[in-house]
């Protein structure tokens, strides 16, 4: 059975740094999309960021873009989101998650939705 | 300020249909397929709908959705208390090169 399993997240300042880790299991890992969807205390879902299958080709949400790194190690299973710069904005409940499809193109592959979630795991930004 | 809208709320006694709306634009629903996930507060969200209405396997006929332009819907037949929940659109945006979420909207079964 497929399955997601995070770790990391925490405490952070602002301006400050932190890793959110998500290690997969029971699907061929290699060939599907993975991304973080976050939401904030109070909010709706919130897309961050994805890792495309294969080629690793990678997206990510204008807030968050150039201060969010993802990354896959496929020797471990793991993708990983490395967040610097935080603010409190970025404070919420981090969700890791796979695409279903093994579509490598985004724009299709979106359509085909994230099947697999992981439990989420709570960052929080503090000034 | 989402690019989908979705209402924020939604009500029905159980045994009713309700439907839930997700209004777009042609740079996400007029050009690729939605997707609809439920959310139970403190629990991981879970695909309902993929290519704008096909269920995954193990998701009730009860759940069911089209796409027509630029928006999509969401409909629940045959309303249980375990519906209650958050609901979302999701959609591949041309735009801004990502997915995008509607903002949500919360189930109340009276």
Avoid at chain 1, 31 to 56: C, F, N, Y
Avoid at chain 1, 97 to 118: F, L, P, Q, R, T
Wanted: with cysteine.
């Amino acid at each position: 059975e497929p399955q997601l399993e995070q770790s990391g997240g925490g405490l952070a300042q602002t301006g400050g740094s932190l890793r959110l880790s998500c290690v997969a299991s029971g699907f061929n890992f290699d060939s599907h999309g993975m991304s973080w969807v976050r939401q904030a205390p109070g909010k709706g879902l919130e897309w961050v960021s994805t890792i495309s299958g294969r080629h690793d080709n990678t997206y990510y949400a204008d807030s968050v873009k150039g201060r969010f790194t993802i990354s896959r190690d496929t020797s471990k299973n793991t993708v990983e989101l490395l967040m610097n710069s935080l603010r409190v904005d970025d404070t919420g409940v981090y969700y890791c998650a796979k695409d279903s499809s093994e579509i490598v193109i985004m724009m299709y592959a979106s359509g085909y939705g994230m099947d697999v979630w992981g439990q989420g795991t709570t960052v929080t930004v503090s000034s | 300020q989402s690019l989908l809208s979705q209402p924020p709320s939604a009500s029905e006694t159980p045994g009713q249909r309700v439907s839930i709306s997700c209004s777009g634009s042609t740079s996400n629903i007029g050009s690729n397929s939605v997707t609809w996930y439920q959310h139970v507060p403190g629990a991981a969200p879970k695909l309902l709908i993929y290519n704008n209405r096909q269920r995954p396997s193990g998701v009730p006929e009860r759940f069911s959705a089209s796409k027509g332009g630029t928006s999509a819907s969401l409909a629940i037949s045959g309303l249980q208390s375990e519906d209650e929940a958050d609901y979302y659109c999701a959609v591949w945006d041309d735009s801004v090169n990502g997915r995008v979420f509607g903002g949500g909207t919360r189930l109340t079964v009276l």
